[in-house]
């Protein structure tokens, strides 16, 4: 994908998938689905419980990545990777609240609010700022040997 697709891309409605080291021995890496948001240009924003593994794991190993995907073919995906810039404690209720609406309709996210009011003291963020992209759509390919009654 070009610059302006992927960062479209991954401004899109998706849900991430963040992958962290873990550091504290020989396990694999972290990997958990999770709500972001990224505009094109800015940095990569993750809200998460202050005291779960994940944010056990991200303080210390100071970067993360994140993949997003469309499941639907042409399949296309876009993987980000770089530095936590910054991680913001406790948690801004416009931040939770922007996550919360980007991801479900008005009214339930008014409920999903009201419902999760706590964690405005549990929660904290965490931004990345996307330092390596891996991309790839694969509309191209799969033109090779689409039929016309596969084709829309």
């Known amino acids: 994908m070009q610059a302006d697709e992927r960062e479209r891309f991954l401004a899109d ?5 963040l992958g962290v080291t873990d550091t504290r021995g020989t396990r694999a890496p972290l990997v958990v689905p999770v709500w972001y948001r990224y505009e094109p240009g800015g940095e990569v924003v993750v809200q998460t419980g202050r005291d779960t593994i ?3 794991l991200l303080r210390p190993a100071g970067r993360f990545s ?7 073919p042409p399949y296309r995906y876009v993987s980000v990777e770089g530095p936590i810039t910054e991680i913001i404690d406790p948690l801004d209720p416009a931040e939770h609240a922007a996550l919360a609406h980007r991801y479900l309709p008005a009214e339930q996210a008014r409920a999903y609010l009201k419902a999760t009011a706590h964690q405005l003291a549990e929660d904290i963020v965490f931004k990345m700022r996307p ?6 759509n694969f509309a191209a390919f799969a033109a090779g040997f689409a039929t016309p009654d596969s084709v829309g």
């Open 13 to 17: 409605l998706h849900v991430g998938v």
């Open 131 to 136: 330092q390596r992209w891996r991309t790839a």
């Open 54 to 56: 994940k944010a056990q």
């Open 66 to 72: 994140l993949c997003v995907q469309d499941e639907n």
